[in-house]
């Protein structure tokens, strides 16, 4: 006579757990960790570019919106979180 260690009941119950637990993993890794990261890089790169009154000004010089200052310092956050640098504008 074969002992059962779970009961059929218990084995669904369980593997639905952990099919739960695995969906809200990938959800937390794929769509939530990266959203806040990307929102922390761009208040930061936000708060820079209002701290500094000559960023507005030097825009032109160094070659156009997408080289700005708070441009690099949102690439360079975004990469250091161990995201894809991006541009923010």
Known sequence: MAVKLF????FRVMLMVAVLLLIVGLFYWFE???S????KC????????FLKDDIKRNV???GGIEDSPAN????LCLSKYGMKPEPLF
């Open 7 to 10: 009961s059929p009941l218990v």
């Open 32 to 34: 939530w960790r990266p």
């Open 36 to 39: 806040q990261t990307r929102k």
């Open 42 to 49: 761009s208040d930061l790169s936000y708060a820079a570019q």
């Open 60 to 62: 032109d010089l160094l």
């Open 72 to 75: 690099k310092l949102y690439r």
